[in-house]
């Protein structure tokens, strides 16, 4: 199974950007779809984006839609999420997720799709 090292957390004024970077290791990478989710404080864990094996295919939740960019580069074994216009609803702790299924629509979003998780990176977003 594919492990997963996330970073690039951190604290931010409102309006500025991070990229957060999730590096892979174990059994192939290319082989998986990769996802990033985020938890806030007393909310529960909420899809952000999807990309496909191959980067050709992303997803976005619309609160993000706009301002965040995921992406990888299967050679480095690691995918990203460019957050821009950052804002203090966009706190939380951001995980990235492995799945090895294909799969559209609500599934892609479903956390119960995803078959491994990193540990977590924390972003702040101060008003």
């Known amino acids: 199974q594919v492990q997963l090292v996330e970073s690039g957390g951190g604290l931010v004024q409102a309006g500025g950007s991070l990229r957060l970077s999730c590096a892979a290791s174990?059994?192939?990478?290319?082989?998986?779809?990769m996802g990033w989710f985020r938890q806030a404080p007393r909310k529960e864990r909420e899809f952000v984006a999807r990309?496909?094996?191959?980067?050709?295919?992303?997803v976005y939740v619309d609160s993000v839609k706009g301002r965040f960019t995921i992406s990888r580069d299967n050679a480095k074994n690691t995918v990203y999420l460019q957050m821009n216009s950052l804002k203090p609803e966009d706190t939380a702790v951001y995980y990235c997720?492995?799945?090895?299924?294909?799969?559209?629509?609500?599934?892609?979003?479903?956390?119960?799709?995803?078959?491994?998780w990193g540990q977590g990176t924390q972003v702040t977003v101060s008003s």
């Open positions: 997720a492995a799945d090895q299924v294909t799969r559209l629509g609500a599934a892609a979003g479903r956390k119960e799709s995803y078959d491994a």
């Open positions: 174990g059994r192939t990478f290319s082989s998986y779809h």
């Open positions: 990309i496909n094996k191959s980067g050709t295919y992303t």
